[in-house]
Every structure is written in structure tokens, then in C-alpha cells.
């Protein structure tokens, strides 16, 4: 895992981008503004000014171009050779007006990303952009008019910080934003258990086939039972099961036997023990899971996943259920923490862990394993699994 650390700073024109930054290298000297490419005319300062040429050039660089975009009759190109160079040599500081932009820098290239939103009201724009002599002070509020917008038509990306400019000082905005860069390295990372951090359906699978192999069941007996127990599988499950299918053993009997055994057949997904032990000294980590006490806390144990996180919190011990609200609120609070002081919910359960992630007022990563996103709100990433869900919280090496 990458520890680079860097600051996007996303807001409307004169919002103090170029202050707070400036107050930030006061505070301390590694932070520097990242200066992007700028093809076109009006101000130099604080930009590498291009050419058409070598834009056309980073343009026929495979991954060359990070995030582009156009405004006031220029192009800006954050790149990706010189992001390499503003993270050897210390903190880089973004400017950005874009929410796209910001997710494209945040997927495009891995890091430990701070994203701030600076906010002023239209008239503070108005006033500043006049002080300071702008010549296309319309354009400017315009522009203060499109980041709003931008922000309206992307709700569901959070920021990690949001500062009103018109009611703090640039100094104390910069100490907010160095604080809050230094704390996020013991952010609360919530994690859903089954199907996230361990393969349990493989585990679920062999159970059954080995339980009807041993019992000489046909396989619409096999198939049956595995579409039952296939997300969940509880007493009620069980009792469901031997009454429709007429199974050798009584509910109770059933499930004593799938608690006795299940644990010692499941397994983290390769890569996760590792993962967890590198964040456990920088991130809080809990997982959040539904089920029962007894069957969760030996597939923890057994996997060894329980020697990995500082928490963990099931529904049935907490007497709430994902996704409601209560059970996030329980877990952040494990680990000394509040759900206002924000955190992810990672897991591969949309309505449970996005949904009800979302809802606590957490960041969300999905685990897709491959599949579309079902729809609805979606999440704040999309992960293929939880190592590449990890890699983009922290910032993974590239």
C-alpha cells in the first residue's frame, strides 16, 4: 500500500484555492501546489504552459492524461508524469473545479487523496474576482454558476472536508486540512464479512454437496438447498428446508451440524490476511456483518480474520441488522469513533452495505466480483474485490 499522501482542492472561482494552498505551504513547507499543463492563453502563474503539440503528444500517450478539461478558452491537463514528480519531492495540492475531475484523479491515480470542498457564496466571487483585477470576472461567475450545478448533479460524492472560505481564515482552513490529512491515516474502515473478506459461498457449497453426498440426496436436492441458504442461512432456513424436502435430520439437528462444521471449511480470499495486517496500524478497522454470534465469531476465528481487525459487530450481538442505521452506529462506536466523523462501508451486498452505508453517512466501496451494478444510488467506487477496494481507499501502489 502506497503511502502517498496529496490534497485536491475542488471549488468555484475565488473560492481561495490559491490561498489556502499558499497558507498550507506556510504551515508546512512539503506541501506545494500542483501545477497542471495549460495550453492556451491568459494567466501563467502557477500552471506549466504548453503547447498544442506536446498536448497533442500527451494525448497519444497511453495513461498519460489523468484528467482533462477545458474552461476560460484553455485546455488543463493534470498528467500523470507530473504527478509522479510533485510526489517525489512532497504534498502535492490540487486545483479543481470539476467533480468529475476529482473522480477521475481519485480511480486515475491511487493515493492517499485528501478532497477538500472550498465554498464561498456567489458574492464573495463577485467581490474577489473584481478585487484582484480579473478581467473575465463574467466568465468567473459563470463558472461559480456550472460548480454548482456540478455539485447538485453529483450529490452522492462526499468530501472529506468541507470549508466555508467566507467564514474561516486561509489559516485556519490550511490547519483543518493538515489535521485532517494526518487523521484520516486512523480512518474508520468498516468491513461486511461473508462473500467480502472470505469466500463463503464456496464454503456453503461443498457444505451442502458433502451433507447430500454423505446422505445419498439427488442433486434437486443439492440445487435446492444451495439456493436456499445461498445469501443466508439461519434456523428459520433450516427448518424451511427439512419441511419442504423431508431431510434425514430434524432443524435442529441440521443446524448444529452446519455450525459444527461450516467454519473449518471457510477461507479469506487470497491476499486478505496480508491486506489487513499492513492497514490494521493506519486504519480502524471493524467488520460489520449480519448472522448469528456463535457461527460468525468461529469463521472469524478459524479464518483468521479476527486476529486482523480491532473490531467486529454482528447483528445478532448488536440487535440491529444491516442496513439499519444502528448497527453502523454500534460498530463505529467499538472503536472509539462516531458515524459524524465519516469512514467507509465496504462490502459486496448492495442494498445492505451500500444502501445502508450510504445511509449512516459512510463513503461506500461495492465488491463486485465481477458483476454490473445492480442500480440505484450508487457507490462512492466499485471494486472488483476487497484488495482492490483497500488499494483504493488508501491509495494503492501502481
Not at 155 to 184: G, K, N, Y
Not at 365 to 371: E, K
Request: glycine share 10%; aromatic share 6%; proline share 5%.
Amino acid at each position: 500500500m502506497s503511502r502517498q499522501r496529496g490534497v485536491i482542492l475542488y471549488g468555484p472561482p475565488a473560492s481561495g484555492k490559491d490561498t489556502v494552498t499558499r497558507a498550507l505551504a506556510a504551515l508546512d513547507p512539503t506541501f506545494a501546489l500542483f501545477s497542471r499543463v495549460k495550453v492556451g492563453l491568459g494567466r501563467s502563474a502557477g500552471y506549466r504552459m504548453g503547447t498544442p503539440e506536446q498536448l497533442a503528444r500527451l494525448r497519444a500517450t497511453p495513461g498519460a492524461v489523468v484528467y482533462e478539461n477545458s474552461r476560460y478558452d484553455s485546455t488543463y491537463v493534470t498528467d500523470r508524469a507530473g504527478l509522479d514528480s510533485a510526489f517525489e519531492v512532497g504534498v502535492p495540492v490540487m486545483h479543481l473545479g470539476q467533480v468529475d475531475g476529482v473522480r477521475a484523479v481519485l480511480d486515475g491515480y491511487p493515493a492517499g487523496w485528501l478532497t477538500v470542498l472550498l465554498w464561498c457564496p456567489k458574492e464573495a466571487t463577485a467581490s474577489r474576482s473584481a478585487g484582484r483585477g480579473d478581467a473575465d470576472t463574467p466568465a468567473r461567475l459563470a463558472a461559480w454558476d456550472a460548480t454548482q450545478e456540478d455539485l447538485e448533479a453529483n450529490r452522492s460524492f462526499r468530501f472529506d472536508l468541507v470549508v466555508r472560505t467566507d467564514a474561516v481564515p486561509a489559516e485556519q482552513a490550511a490547519d483543518q486540512i493538515r489535521r485532517a490529512l494526518a487523521e484520516r491515516e486512523q480512518q474508520l474502515v468498516m468491513l461486511d464479512f461473508d462473500d467480502t473478506l472470505l469466500d463463503r459461498l464456496s464454503a456453503v457449497t461443498a457444505w451442502i454437496s458433502g451433507y447430500c453426498g454423505a446422505h445419498g440426496l439427488a442433486a434437486e436436492v443439492e440445487q435446492r438447498m444451495l439456493d436456499a441458504m445461498r445469501i443466508r442461512a439461519d434456523v428459520q432456513t433450516f427448518e424451511n428446508l427439512c419441511a419442504e424436502l423431508q431431510l434425514p435430520e430434524s432443524p435442529g439437528q441440521l443446524w448444529a451440524r452446519y455450525n459444527a462444521e461450516l467454519p473449518a471449511m471457510v477461507r479469506p480470499y487470497p491476499g486478505v490476511l496480508d491486506a489487513l495486517a499492513a492497514l490494521r496500524g493506519t486504519r480502524r478497522l471493524v467488520v460489520v456483518t449480519n448472522g448469528g454470534a456463535q457461527i460468525q465469531h468461529a469463521k472469524l476465528k478459524s479464518s483468521g480474520i479476527a486476529d486482523h481487525v480491532a473490531a467486529v459487530c454482528i447483528s445478532e450481538e448488536a440487535g440491529a441488522r444491516k442496513p439499519d442505521r444502528l448497527i453502523f452506529e454500534k460498530a463505529a462506536a467499538s472503536v472509539g469513533c462516531t458515524l459524524a466523523q465519516g469512514g467507509w462501508m465496504v462490502g459486496d451486498n448492495a442494498a445492505l452495505d451500500v444502501t445502508g452505508g450510504r445511509e449512516a453517512g459512510l463513503r461506500t466501496v461495492w465488491i463486485s466480483h465481477g458483476r454490473p451494478w445492480p442500480g440505484g444510488a450508487a457507490p462512492d467506487h466499485i471494486a472488483h474485490d476487497v484488495l482492490d477496494a483497500l488499494d483504493h481507499i488508501v491509495g494503492g501502489a501502481r
